[in-house]
Structures are given as C-alpha cells and as structure tokens.
C-alpha cells in the first residue's frame, strides 16, 4: 500500500510539474537582453506592475517592430485566432464545424479588401505596417508551438498538423473590417423592419422601431436639451415619447416589392449574421459608447478633460492592449510620442494621446449599409433593363481533418450575394426563394437554377453594398491621429478614417476641444435605408457620399462641453440623411445632466467626477415605469416583493434589492407584451428601443400591446400585475425566499470567456481559459453600460471594455483601466489583474512622461539588432 500510495504521489507530483511547465512556458521574457533581426539600432521596453508596455526607440521602423514583437510576446494567439476569422480560415483550425461561418465571411471580402488596401498604402505606411509584422515574425522565429502560448498545446491534440504562418500587413488591415462589421450600424434593423412588415401594420413596425427623441434628448452638434434629471423621480409624464421626423419615415404601404417575396432569403440572412463571430460585441444598435469632453473654464486644473469608455463585448483577454510608444527625440522621421490603447495584430495607438492633443471613440452609428433584392438568373442579374453576367470568384477552403470545400461566391455590381447559406456548406437551392412576378415556379425536382425542363428561373436574392467593402484609407489614418498635433491636422487624420465611421471627441493643452465625424456616409438617390430596395434599377442607388467638410463637426461650443454617446449627431436641419436609427439618448441625457447639474453648482469638474459619472448606474425606465408598478395592487409574495421598490432611487447597483427586483419584472413585463406578436428574431433585448417602445405606450392602457392571451393578461394594468407577481416568484427562484437578501449582482454576473477554446462546451477547457463570473453593478441603455439582453435572461453581453479620464494639464495625472490585463496567457499575473479593479470602477494612474514612467518600472527588456 506505501509503495502504491508513493507511485500514485510520483505520477501527481510529475503531471503537476509537466502542467505547470506547459503553462508557463510560453510567459514573455520581460527583462534582460534579446537580440531581434531587423532592428537597426537599440530599443527599450519598460512595463510597470500591470504588464504594461511602454516602448522607446530612435527610429519609426524601430518603434513598430518592437511593437509587433511585444503584442506577439503577449498575445499571438489572439492575433492567430482574429486573422483565421478575418480571412475565412476557421476550418483550418477547428475544422467543419467551420464551413459556414468561413464561407460567409469569404463571401463579405474581408481578406480580399485588406489586401487591395495595402496596394494602395503609401510607402511610408506600408513601410509601418512591414516593420509590425517584421516584429511578429521575429517573435516567431525563436517561439512556437506551446512556446507561444497554451492553445497551441491544447490545438496540438485536435489539429497536430497546424503550423504558424508569418505575418503580413493584411493580417493587420483585415482586422479593421472586423471592426467595420461589428459597428455596422444598422443592417439588422432593416432586415427586421422588413420581416415585421409580413405580420404588422406599419404603425405598428415604426412603433417597434421609435425614432430619436430630439426635443427631449441632446444631439451631438445641436440642442443640449435634457429632460428626465440625473436623480430623483420624475413623474411618467416628464418623459416624452419619440417624435418622428419626416427623413426617416417608413413606409412598407409603398415598397416596390413585397417582402414576402423574399422573406425566405432575409430569414437565412438573419441567422447567418447572429452565427458570424462577433470579435468586439453584439452587433446593431444596442451597443454603444460614451465619450464627453469638457473645455478648461469648466475644470479645477483650467485645461480640458477627456472622458471615454467604448462599449464592446466582453472577452478574455479584451480587445484593447494598454501601450505607450515614444520616438527618442521627435523628428520627421520619427514623429511619435503616442500612449493608449492599441489592437493586438494593429500597429500604432487606436485611442488615447499624444503630447499635443487628446481624442475619443464612440460608434458614430451612420447607415453605411443597404441590402438590394436582385433579380437573378442562372449566372446572371438585371440592371436598368440589361441582362449582366454575374461577377464569380471560386475559393477552397482548407478543413483540418477533412477534405478541402470548394465555395463559388457571387456578387452583383452592388456587392456580394448573401443568399444560399445552409450554415454549413454553400449552395443555391432555387426552390427556397420565390420567383419574380411572371416568371415560372422553381420547384425542388429540378436542377438548381432550373426547373424540370432546363430553363433558367428569375429568383429574388439579396445582395450587399457597404462602405467596407470599398478599399479606403483606415489604415493610413491610425498613424495619422498618432502624430496629430493640432485640431487641423487632427481633423485632416479624421478624413482619413473611412470605415467604420465614428463619432471622435478632441481635446488639445492649449485648451481647445472639438468635435468630428469622419466616414464615407452614401448618398442615396433614393430611399432611407430602413428596408431592403430593388437592385435592377439605379433609382435606389448611391450617388457618392457626404463630404467630409460637410460632416456633422463643432469646435469650442459655446456650453464648453461635448457629449457623444451614439446619440444623434445632429438635429434635423442637417441636409443629409446619417441614419434613421440612432441609440436613443439615454445614457447622452444623463451624462449631459450630470454636467449640467455641476455646472450650475459651479462645481470644477475634476478626473475624479468624470470617472464617477462612467460609473452612473440611472435607470431611465426605472424612473418612469416604477410609479405605474408601485399603483398595481398586490397580495402575498408580490406584496412583499413590490415593497422593495419604495424610496429606490432608481440605480441599479450591484447590491441593490430593488434593482434586482426591477430589472426580472421589466424582463418578463417584454416577454408578456411581445411573445406570441413578433417572431423570436425581432425581440427586443431590454435596451434603449425597448425603453422608448413601453414608454409611449404607459398612456395607452388600452394598446393591445398591453394584452396576451398566452398569458391571460388584458390591457396594462393586468399585464404589469402578471409581470410583478411572475418576477416575484422567479426573484425567490433565483435568489432565496428573502426579499431583503436579494441582489441584483447575483444574478447580473459577467463570464470572462476566451472567445477559441473558452467557448468549446468542455469544461476542463473552459475552466482553465476562462474567469468569473464577476457580481456587476449597471445594464442596458445606462451610463454603466454593462448591458444584458432580455431574451437570455440577466448575465452581462456587453460592457465598458475599457475607461480613460486624459487630463491635458498633466497627462502624469491622467487614469485608465482594462477589461481583463495586459497578457493574453491564462494564469500569467497580469491575465486579469485589471478586472478586479475594473468591476469596482477603479482606475490605474496613467503616467506618460518619461521620468515617471521610469521610476514606475517594474521590468526593462532591451532589445538589440541581430548580429
């Protein structure tokens, strides 16, 4: 027994250590001295406690080589894994499983654009892009395998033939049409305007789809107004409802052709974008960012403030990569004195600062995206009239364990075709779209394309045009903003982001801040873009795009501050069409009243207030919809639950038992009104929309909105007691018998998940790649924007992935703070290091200068020139 106890001891003790060593293998070498081929002269990396980098170098070349090199030492996988999704290559890792969504996003072009954008890249840009991937690729001259990180060991038991390739510039560039897809703006809303149009009235679809409120929410460039204040409890009445604007009408009475023809191709459609990986976060309009700057007559230090938290979906490690890079002395050559928040597989800095100024994103939101129904024959479609062949381009997939797939990808002169996906492999199959008017009947007997007798049928299919696909100037104007020093040349970088189109806050040391919306915007000869159009007729064309001059802008307001939160950007005497599907202001309302309320109290707004309003937890919906609860009469369990909601002051904080209370009522109150009356792909997930829809409809109690028979409920008053008292039950479900015990943060739980093998089903995987679940505080369409989707029930989707204050007075005294860490290696220190500090909206000092960098180093890796 001793000597079995003792081999079972021996073989424990040696897997421990075999484990520990296949973990930890692959941790960068952070200090000392390594030799890099293809550095000219030295260059020097100091991270402080937190992993993060900060990189000096006496060339431009330099700079981003060792930039490269550092994102491969903490996070190649992540950059392997983006560049398979980016380019269509999935199957290669993962195998078949991967066919479709690999098809898909081969048909979109994202490699394809990529690479036409680096043919057009200027020889100075090209030259930073080659240096990145020249740093990459040193990285994986000395490093492979389980050396360059752990999924390679856990890939190397499913895929032991996979090898690493080197790195291209289009590796870099794709990944800008990943960012492009997921900010796409709002190519799901017009596939579910159309889909709703089958079953509803058009009031009733434009009552599901409320456009911006802008008498009683601000606007980016125009009105300040705000209406619901930032605390206390505003009766129902104080909230207005949304006013239409005649630009954005829809008008389902008039579509050419009727949706029902092609409701078939939008439905396939529809789950081939919810199946397409999400690499920043749920696509459309619920998701958002804040970003606000404030000028210095305004602040305690008398130079500008700049706040910003772009909301992404959560992942492990997160998008964003903390970096500094600085030129050893400025010069023509070497211009770059940058810090902030990089993307692994990108060079450069994406937000942050440079010594001169300050900048901010937030998803400007523009309709840069229309589906076109094509009448298609055979390898043909119409157009004006002319029969044309369509454009055909033939790939294969390579598929690890199995046999190469050949794909044949369509497109028309608008884009590509988005029709024929079965989820797994592509195919036409006529018989699954109606035919056009007058044309014969396809029928499953017959050949694809044909019927019975050989002759071609005319089908309905839908193609794509989308500003991404264009090959633009994104990648030229990263480094652009990276050496901006002024609001002239920081406008004339602007110019250059194309694709997508953001919404960019500005701030500079001479006190100066600003406002810009770059992008290429089209201009539609006709139609808004809120339903799918004819593609045989140039009547529904683009005829070019809004000039950048002409873009929504302001520069030092005369209020002396500037909130962008995807609200809209202007009011409605702007000439051009944006979009007719903005996020519909809340979080804009609150911000803009917190600020407004410490203005009038001649309170200096300090870093310290701007991350605590990051942090506000207000619910708009709560303020609004709780006085109508609380008039609900109840008995027993519901009583004692319903109780809860006197005296809240309408903040969904973490340990809050109202908040939790709320947020299950106003989940089953959406599933009471709706189900049954929309189909489960047009839910509404709980945020701003569905906000904005139960609002207008609080003074309607006799809407049949407010009636189920699913449900037995009859008219609102009925509908609210059934939610309270079915909350009241699930709350005890999920929380224990004791209303007094209950918590919102128990059930509104964030699960860090590596987006590869964190999501594989296995739970040993998932277990050691993965970390939570974190108790949160905020929701949906709050300024703690850590957003939940109402369908699945109360875990977190979205949230702030990262949260800067920049001070331009001392950029020393500027704050930041990452999702997860700075390594993408599970059990590294600094995997997630920062989430603690993130969930309890702490904050990271930002230091920048030189000296205090230095005296905060913890690590200094030198790297030399190869001999």
């Not at 300040?224 to 409802?241: F, H, I, K, L, M």
């Not at 600062?353 to 009448?375: C, S």
């Not at 913890?858 to 790297?863: D, G, I, V, Y």
């Amino acid at each position: 027994m001793l000597i079995a106890f003792g081999v079972v001891v021996s073989v424990v003790v040696v897997a421990a250590g075999l484990g520990v060593w296949t973990v930890t293998r692959s941790f960068p070498t952070m200090n000392g001295t390594v030799d890099i081929t293809g550095l000219a002269n030295a260059v020097t990396v100091t991270r402080d406690d937190a992993g993060i980098a900060q990189i000096t170098a006496k060339t431009a070349a330099d700079l981003f080589l060792a930039e490269g090199y550092v994102h491969a030492q903490d996070r190649f996988w992540e950059m392997d894994f983006r560049r398979h999704v980016t380019s269509g290559r999935l199957s290669e890792l993962f195998g078949e499983s991967q066919i479709g969504t690999d098809t898909f996003v081969r048909t979109l072009g994202w490699r394809a654009v990529a690479e036409q954008e680096v043919a057009l890249l200027d020889p100075v840009t090209l030259g930073y892009y080659q240096s990145y991937a020249d740093g990459v690729n040193a990285y994986l001259d000395t490093h492979q395998g389980a050396d360059l990180s752990l999924e390679y060991a856990v890939l190397g038991l499913q895929n032991p033939g996979y090898e690493v390739e080197p790195w291209a510039p289009a590796d870099s560039v794709a990944w800008l049409k990943a960012m492009a897809w997921d900010l796409r703006s709002n190519l799901d809303d017009e596939i579910d305007r159309a889909l709703l149009s089958t079953t509803l009235t058009p009031a009733e679809v434009t009552q599901l789809h409320p456009e911006y409120p802008a008498s009683a929410h601000p606007t980016i460039t125009g009105s300040q107004t705000v209406v619901a204040p930032a605390a206390g409890a505003p009766a129902a009445s104080d909230e207005p409802t949304a006013e239409p604007s005649a630009s954005a009408s829809l008008d389902v009475t008039n579509t050419p052709v009727p949706v029902g023809s092609y409701a078939g191709a939008l439905s396939e459609l529809r789950a081939a974008l919810t199946s397409t990986p999400e690499l920043l976060g749920p696509a459309g309009g619920e998701i958002g960012s804040n970003s606000w700057v404030v000028s210095g007559a305004l602040t305690d230090t008398g130079l500008p403030l700049l706040a910003n938290d772009p909301h992404l979906g959560p992942a492990l490690p997160s998008v964003w990569y903390q970096v500094g890079l600085r030129c050893q002395s400025i010069t023509a050559d070497c211009p770059f004195d940058v810090a902030g928040y990089s993307f692994s597989g990108l060079p450069g800095v994406i937000i942050g600062h440079t010594e001169r100024i300050a900048w901010g994103f937030t998803n400007l939101g523009p309709d840069v995206a229309d589906l076109y129904i094509e009448k298609i024959t055979g390898d043909s479609y119409e157009f004006d009239g002319a029969v044309k062949p369509l454009l055909l381009r033939d790939e294969k997939i390579s598929v690890a364990g199995g046999d190469d797939v050949k794909i044949e990808i369509r497109a028309t002169e608008h884009g590509p075709l988005l029709s024929g996906f079965d989820g797994t492999t592509y195919q036409r199959i006529a018989s699954d779209y109606p035919t056009a008017a007058g044309l014969p009947t396809a029928t499953p007997a017959g050949d694809v394309g044909t019927d019975p007798t050989g002759v071609n049928l005319t089908t309905y299919e839908l193609s794509l045009q989308w500003t991404a696909l264009t090959p633009g100037r994104t990648a030229s104007a990263i480094f652009a903003l990276n050496q901006a020093t002024d609001w002239t040349s920081f406008r004339a970088a602007a110019a250059l982001f194309e694709v997508p189109a953001q919404n960019l806050t500005y701030a500079d040391v001479e006190g100066n801040i600003g406002y810009q919306a770059p992008g290429l915007i089209p201009i539609r000869a006709s139609g808004n873009g809120t339903l799918p159009v004819p593609g045989w007729t140039s009547e529904y064309g683009w005829t070019g795009y809004i000039p950048f001059d002409a873009l929504p802008s302001t520069f030092n307001p005369p209020s002396g501050y500037i909130v962008t939160a995807n609200n809209a950007a202007t009011d409605s005497k702007y000439p051009y069409l944006l979009t007719a599907d903005w996020d519909l202001g809340y979080r804009a309302n609150q911000i803009t009243a917190r600020l407004q309320q410490l203005i009038a109290a001649n309170t200096p707004l300090t870093a310290a207030l701007m991350s605590e309003i990051q942090g506000d937890n207000y619910s708009a919906i709560a303020a609004v919809l709780v006085p109508k609860l609380q008039g609900i009469r109840l008995t027993g369990e519901a009583a004692e639950a319903q109780k809860l909601l006197d005296g809240w002051d309408y903040r969904v904080d973490a340990d809050s038992a109202a908040a939790a209370y709320f947020n299950i009522v106003w989940r089953v109150l959406l599933v009471d009104m709706f189900t049954g009356k929309i189909d489960d792909g047009a839910a509404l997930t709980g945020g701003d929309r569905a906000f904005s829809v139960v609002m207008s409809l609080l003074d309607q109690p006799d809407s049949p909105w407010w009636s189920n028979p699913s449900y037995g409920t009859v008219g609102q008053e009925s509908t609210l007691r059934h939610a309270l008292t079915t909350a009241a039950a699930e709350s005890a479900d999920l929380m224990g018998s004791n209303p007094a015990d209950w918590k919102w943060g128990s059930i509104h739980t964030l699960e860090l998940t590596n987006p590869s093998f964190g999501e594989s089903g296995i739970a040993p995987l998932e277990f050691v790649f993965n970390r939570g679940p974190y108790e949160l505080s905020g929701g949906s369409a709050v300024v703690n924007a850590v957003g939940w989707d109402a369908t699945q029930g109360y875990q977190v989707d979205w949230v702030p992935s990262m949260r800067q204050v920049i001070s331009l007075e001392n950029f020393d005294e500027s704050t930041w703070i990452n999702l997860t860490g700075a390594s993408g290696h599970a059990f590294h220190p600094n995997y997630t290091d920062q989430a603690p500090l993130w969930r309890d909206h702490e904050t990271r000092p930002w230091l920048f200068t030189p000296a205090a960098i230095d005296a905060d180093a913890s690590n200094t890796l030198n790297l030399e020139p190869a001999a």
